[in-house]
């Protein structure tokens, strides 16, 4: 590899970079407000739905998000709603304090629904979104397979989905579980564009943490980490207590990411080491990349 070549690979692994979004739950507020000055404005900034967080927290969040100059992107957990007023009280609120625009819907974690809403579909086709403004929505991709969903299911959702947000004039975006490894997102991305799916594709990566915490995500999340994959993103999976950064994982999307196969691509970060370690990481990786 020629100077040239690292000097476009640097410059484009800052470009990969370029309009992230980075996640948060309604107790990191605080977090938020410290990170903000690294952050570039209008970012967008997803606020999930976590089970032990109350609708007025969730709202609030949106809000914080909203007034530092961001764009919030509330989840909706559909298995989680308990009704139609819920989640109109819901949109309501999002609408009318933090002005939302976007939305991230999911199926949820109970295996049984606590209410009328199935999955993300059922939320989609409710027409309840436009309804309340809502002209992006966010959904969710799995690129090496979810848990409890076969593979044939996924895809067939993911087709479904499509097809009804278009029906509805939504402009849409998929977000991935999080990975270490290139090759199953990269697998599966050609697949997506084989299959006539063409939005833009947030790629989750991880933000900077301990490797012992990074292990507890994705065992919970059904993510592979051997140690072939730890080793590709840049540890040691025996040294539990070493901080790892994405590095190695953003450069090898870098080399390897190509428009024509790939569609559409930016980056999602998860901040598992924390909201200001990884804005932090985030503005030194493009301020180190950037030629």
Known sequence: MTALDNFHRSDDAAQLLESYSIEMTAKDVPSLEEAAPLIPPGTKIPVTFLPNETFEARIAAAACVRALGFVPIPHISAR???SEDELRAFLAGLRDQAQIDHAFVVAGDPPQPLGPYEDALSIIKSGLLAEYGI???GISGYPEGHPDIGNDKLWTSSIE???ELDTRGHDFAIVTQFAFDATPVLDWLERLRANNIHALVRIGIPGPASVKTLLRF????GVGASAKVMAKYGVS???LLTTAGPN???EEFTDRLRPEYHG??????YPFGGMLATAKWAKEFQTTHRR
Do not use: E, F, N, Y
């Open 161 to 163: 989905k499509q097809l």
């Open 218 to 221: 994705a065992s919970r999340c």
């Open 237 to 239: 999976i025996t040294r």
């Open 264 to 269: 559409d691509v930016l980056l999602h970060l």
């Open 135 to 137: 002209k992006r929505v």
């Open 80 to 82: 989680r709603l308990q």
């Open 248 to 250: 190695r994982l953003i």
